[in-house]
């Protein structure tokens, strides 16, 4: 097997070769491939791969059709430099040899035994966070296998759940509790029952200085526990709130053995909710659609040079934005030898001030090639502060505004989000509720994504109600939803998974002017507007028409369909045609349009 080519398991399964990457559609090959790749190295009977490919009762001519499928897989592996021998024909079954190198599923192994070996926490928190980070969502979840997902897909799960326990545990007993947090709140997200990840989470932000988020996390857990499971909270649990409300002083953590060193460890000290800069975390969940973004992403970041290269993702808060950025950085991350970085644009000042912290984590600006994901850029001015320090680096820039400048003066590739359309909607509720959940009620499925009107975070929050509420109907919640469509999209107190709250906090950094002229076309009674239909609206000339409805759309609230068709996004739209105005604004009037960059 030819070393550059690297098979992928752990998320969506694919195959890639330097720059290029095919993710494979679910077929009968495809399946072959997916249970040999998932028991790497072993020989797999022919029985066991018939089971994977047709399930329990399998065809007649299985075996002979099994033939043909490796017969199929040959010809594609060719396509990646993979020579014809790679699948072994051995007597009752078949074996695909793998190493780290060319599976990531191997990969995870080796660095998970590695860290069982390490004898020093720092050195085990490097390979076990190394090893976590290979995984981009649930394994292979674009092949319908029902013997993989019930054969296999568990024990790998159990492999991540205790991995990430191992490295919480590591993390707080160093005295990381920022670092650990997002993951951590991830974890409880996509594990509500798994009560270690809960403690971990409260005890976090407890040390961090963060008391009310502390108690707000351990009242969710004792209400999911309540609802969900009939049981209290586990005595550590419970002793942990205790000390939280007396605002006792916690221990060293008991599970995690302390960093060796001669002096004694810092306490720990309040950080910010967002780190400035951290390694690349990992990929968003059953990550789906946005093919026609992933491949020109791909494609224009992956190219070999040193040069910077330069792309940017805008849209609407809840769009997607760091979700798509997140997904590509890890589908590169081969071409990245030197490390990929995600920099919060708003949490660490300027250029050179991320730069160093880079360099603290081990960014080398003279090093193998290096990816940097910009999160959160708000005007083109902060993104020219901070691109001048990493013009080696390949860069993507996530940002509400459009940032057209970046295009204009510095060679930026724009890839502006809009809605998922319906197939990718559902299938991103697939792959986050499971075919069996969403095929067993497709009207009342097929109206949940009407109601999310193709927002990614959307879904996620509908799904998130859904995962932890196991025993209530996708038609629950749809109802429940239809009642209150805008506000009610939103997880407990977290602002991240709060659609009204995003909305909000977008809307206010608005220009007042843009700000009214947005909710006067979001109040027209049809969503498709001419450009005299929007002259009329805001009682502006053409010329003045034409300057606003490019500062919308520049701003990200406005969609330009097709020449001379503009819609205000329908999720967007609804949450402004429900708010009040936070003060007293006046109307546009004819006017020369403005420059002032949209917020």
């Known amino acids: 097997m030819t ?4 098979f992928s398991v752990l998320g969506l399964m694919s195959i890639s070769r330097g720059g290029e990457l095919a993710v494979l559609p679910d077929s009968r090959p495809a399946a072959l491939l997916a249970a040999l790749l998932l028991r790497p190295g072993q020989v797999v009977s022919t029985e066991y791969l018939q089971r994977a490919v047709w399930g329990d009762e399998p065809p007649l001519n299985a075996r002979a059709t099994l033939h043909t499928c490796v017969l199929r897989l040959r010809r594609l592996f060719a396509k990646f430099g993979i020579s014809d021998d790679a699948i072994k024909t051995l007597p009752g079954g078949y074996r695909l040899p793998v190493s780290g190198e060319t599976l990531d599923l191997a990969r995870f192994e080796e660095l998970t035994a590695a860290a ?3 004898g020093d926490p720092e050195r085990e928190a490097a390979l076990l966070h190394d090893a976590l980070l290979l995984w981009q969502g649930e394994p292979i979840s674009n092949i319908r296998s029902d013997t993989l ?4 897909v568990p024990r790998l799960q159990e492999e991540w759940l205790r991995a990430a326990e191992r ?3 590591i993390e707080l007993a160093l005295g990381r509790c920022g670092r650990a947090l997002p993951g951590l709140r991830a974890a409880v997200r996509a594990h509500p029952g798994h009560e270690r990840f809960w403690e971990h989470l409260i005890e976090a932000l407890y040390r961090t200085g963060r008391q009310s988020e502390a108690l707000a996390e351990y009242r969710a857990v004792k209400r999911y526990l309540s609802d969900e499971l009939g049981v209290d909270p586990r ?3 419970r002793r942990l709130e205790l000390a939280i409300l007396r605002g006792d002083e916690l221990g060293p953590p008991a599970e995690a053995r302390p960093a060796p060193r001669t002096e004694a460890a810092p306490a720990p000290r309040p950080v910010a909710a967002k780190p400035a800069v951290v390694p690349l975390p990992p990929g968003p969940a059953g990550f789906t659609g946005r093919a026609q973004e992933v491949a020109a992403l791909t494609e224009r970041l992956g190219a070999p040079g040193r040069a910077r290269v330069t792309a940017v993702v805008s849209g609407l808060p809840g769009i997607g934005k760091t979700a798509l950025a997140l997904h590509t950085a890890h589908l590169l991350r081969d071409c990245f030898p030197g490390g990929r970085w995600l920099v919060e644009a708003d949490a660490g000042g300027d250029g050179p001030r991320l730069l160093e912290k880079l360099k603290g984590l081990g960014w080398d600006p003279d090093g193998p090639r290096q990816l940097l994901v910009l999160d959160g850029v708000r005007t083109h001015a902060t993104a020219e502060a901070l691109l001048p320090a990493f013009d080696r680096g390949t860069v993507i820039v996530t940002s509400r505004p459009g940032l057209a400048g970046l295009a204009a003066t510095g060679g930026a590739a724009v890839h502006r989000l809009t809605e998922l359309d319906e197939v990718e909607s559902l299938g991103l509720l697939d792959a986050l509720l499971g075919g069996d959940r969403v095929a067993a009620e497709p009207a009342a499925t097929a109206e949940l994504v009407g109601l999310c009107h193709g927002f990614p975070l959307a879904l996620r929050i509908a799904a998130t109600r859904l995962l932890l509420r196991p025993r209530h109907r996708i038609a629950d919640v749809t109802a429940w939803l239809r009642d209150d469509p805008v506000g009610r999209l939103a997880v407990g107190d977290d602002p991240a998974m709060s659609v009204p709250r995003l909305f909000g906090a977008f809307f206010s950094e608005l220009d007042p002017r ?11 009674a049809r969503p498709d507007l001419s450009p005299g239909e929007c002259a009329a609206a805001l009682d502006l000339t053409p010329d ?10 520049d701003a990200g609230v406005l969609e330009d369909e097709a020449p001379g068709s503009y819609r205000v996004p329908a999720l967007f739209r609804a949450y402004v045609r429900g708010a009040e105005p936070a003060s007293p604004r006046h109307e546009p009037r004819r006017t020369d349009g403005g420059s002032r960059d949209c917020q």
């Open 3 to 6: 070393a550059a080519a690297r």
């Open 116 to 118: 069982e070996k390490a």
């Open 235 to 237: 005595a550590s649990l």
């Open 149 to 152: 997902h019930r054969d296999e």
């Open 514 to 524: 843009p700000a009214d002229a947005c909710r006067i076309l979001a109040g027209r």
């Open 167 to 169: 490295w919480f545990d």
């Open 544 to 553: 003045d028409t034409a300057a606003m409805l490019d500062r919308l759309i």
